[in-house]
C-alpha cells in the first residue's frame, strides 16, 4: 500500500505563487507515474499535471506555462509548482499515483490518492 500526503495549500492573491508537495510512504513510488488532480466545488474532479520518471510531463491546456510537476526521488515526493495564479484555479488538489509508471490523465488509471490541500485564490 501508498499512502500519499499532501501539504502546501493555502490563500494567495491572483497572480501569487505555491508549492503543492506529496510525500509518498509505505513503497518507494520513483517507477510510479504521479498526478496531480483537482476539484472545485460543484465540479468533477480533473486532471492537471503528471510526470513519469524524471521527465516524462504533460500538463492541462488551463495550468500549461504556469504549473511545473517535479519530483525528488531521494524524498519519495513529488511537487507542482503554481504560478500566476488565477481565481478559477481554486480547488481541493490531489496528489495520486500510479503503479502502471504509464503517463495518463485518467483518474481511474491512478492507484493511491492523498486526501487532498486547498488551494483558494483570492481576486
Known amino acids: 500500500q501508498v499512502q500519499l500526503v499532501e501539504s502546501g495549500g493555502g490563500l494567495v492573491q491572483a497572480g501569487g505563487s505555491l508549492r503543492l508537495s506529496c510525500t509518498a510512504s509505505?513503497?518507494?513510488?520513483?517507477?510510479?507515474?504521479m498526478g496531480w488532480f483537482r476539484q472545485a466545488p460543484g465540479k468533477e474532479r480533473e486532471f492537471v499535471s503528471a510526470?513519469?520518471?524524471?521527465?516524462?510531463?504533460t500538463y492541462a491546456d488551463s495550468v500549461k506555462g504556469r504549473f511545473t510537476i517535479s519530483r525528488d526521488n531521494a524524498k519519495n515526493t513529488v511537487y507542482l509548482q503554481m504560478n500566476s495564479l488565477k481565481p478559477e484555479d481554486t480547488a481541493h488538489y490531489y496528489c495520486?499515483?500510479?503503479?502502471?509508471?504509464?503517463?495518463?490523465?485518467?483518474?481511474?488509471?491512478?492507484?493511491?490518492w492523498g486526501q487532498g490541500t486547498q488551494v483558494t485564490v483570492s481576486s
Open positions: 495520486a499515483a500510479d503503479r502502471t509508471g504509464l503517463i495518463t490523465r485518467r483518474i481511474y488509471d491512478y492507484d493511491y
Open positions: 510526470i513519469r520518471g524524471r521527465s516524462g510531463r
Open positions: 509505505g513503497r518507494i513510488v520513483s517507477n510510479y507515474t
